[in-house]
C-alpha cells in the first residue's frame, strides 16, 4: 500500500499515440487511476471526445510533425514526457516506441510489440544508448486464473506434459475487413492481431517453443499446433461469428474463449476489466514486462504468419474438423 502511496504522490507526465483507437480508453484510464497526467496526444482521427472523461486539459494533435515539435518544446523547458503509451497501429509501433526513447522517455505499448523478431533487437540496442525502457502489456500474465495456472504447473511433475486446446472467436463487422487491422503487412494478421498474448501466455507458463504447425491461416482464421517444452498446444482463433457456438450467439455474446488442460477448463472470462491499470502499477513500480519477454511471442507469431498451412493432418483442433 505504501508503494501505492508513493506511485499515487508523485504524479508522471504522459503522452499518448493513438488516442482514437479501441486500446486507448484502456490506457486513458489507467494513466488516471495511477494517478499520474496526460500531456498530450496524438491521433490522425479526431474523434476522441471519450479524452473529455479523462484529462479535459490534454494537448491534442492530428498530425505527427506538430506532436513531435510540442514534445520537443515542452521537454528543454524542464517539462519533459516520463513516459508515452502507444495505442497505434501495430505496423507503427516500432517507429512510435523510437519516438519515445528519443524524447528520453520510456515507452508502454500494446501488443504486439512489434511485427518481427529482428525489430527487438534493434530496440534493445536503442534502450542501451538512450538508457530508458520499453514496455510491453501482456495483462494476461496479470489475470488471477492464468497466475494460478502458472503456480500448478510448476508444481506438477517436471517431465508432465500438459494436453492444451486453446479456443478464441471474437467477431468482428464488415468495417474490420477494410481497415489496416485486414492488411497483413500492418496488423501481421490474425494471430499476431488477436492471439498474441495468447501465445506468450503459454509460453510463459509452459516453456519455449519447440515445434509450430500451422493447420489453417487465412484473414478471418486460423489454426495451428504448437509444441512447446511442457505442454501440447491445439489453436483455434477465428472472427467469424459463425464459428461462436450457437448457444453462446443466442445470449447475444459475439466473443467465446476458451482454455482447457487435460481437458479442464480454466475459467477466466472475467477479470479483464482493470488489467491495464495493473498492468500501469507494475510499470511504475519498475516490474513491468520488457523487450526479452516479448521476444518469444512475437517470434512465435512471425514463424505462424510464414508457416505454409498443412490442412487437417496430424494434430489439429477438434473444431476444424466443424469448419468449412
Known sequence: MEQNAQILNDPKHFGLIGAAG??????LKAIKDTGNVL????????????????????????EY?????????????????????????????????????????????????V???????????????????????????????????????????KDKVFEIDLTYFTSRGHWYFISWKSELEKSGGIATNIGVHFFDMLTWIFGDVKQNIVHKSEPNKAA?????????????????????????????QRTFRSIS????????????????????????????????EAKSSIQTVFNIRNAAPVGLKGDYHPLLKNDN
Open 65 to 113: 510533425e506538430r506532436f513531435d515539435r510540442h514534445i520537443d518544446k515542452i521537454r528543454r523547458k524542464g517539462h519533459k514526457m516520463d513516459y508515452v503509451s502507444i495505442c497505434s497501429p501495430n505496423y507503427l509501433h516500432d517507429s512510435h516506441i523510437r519516438f519515445a526513447l528519443r524524447h528520453q522517455a520510456d515507452a508502454i505499448c500494446e501488443k504486439p510489440l
Open 115 to 157: 511485427l518481427n523478431p529482428w525489430n527487438i533487437e534493434a530496440l534493445i540496442e536503442i534502450e542501451k544508448e538512450t538508457k530508458r525502457k520499453v514496455y510491453n502489456i501482456f495483462q494476461l500474465r496479470l489475470h488471477p486464473s492464468i497466475i494460478a495456472l502458472k503456480e500448478k504447473v510448476a508444481k506438477a511433475k
Open 261 to 292: 488442460v487435460d481437458g479442464e477448463e480454466v475459467e477466466f472470462s472475467d477479470g479483464f476489466t482493470d488489467l491495464h491499470t495493473r498492468s500501469y502499477e507494475e510499470i511504475l513500480k519498475g516490474n513491468g514486462f520488457g523487450l526479452k
Open 224 to 252: 495451428g499446433f504448437l509444441q512447446l517444452e511442457r505442454a501440447r498446444v491445439r489453436w483455434f482463433l477465428s472472427l467469424d461469428i459463425n464459428d461462436i457456438p450457437a448457444d453462446v450467439r443466442a445470449n447475444g
Open 39 to 62: 500531456v498530450a496526444a496524438l491521433d490522425k482521427f479526431d474523434s476522441v471526445g471519450i479524452m473529455d472523461s479523462y484529462f479535459p486539459d490534454a494537448d491534442f494533435f492530428v
Open 22 to 27: 479501441f486500446i486507448a480508453v484502456r490506457h
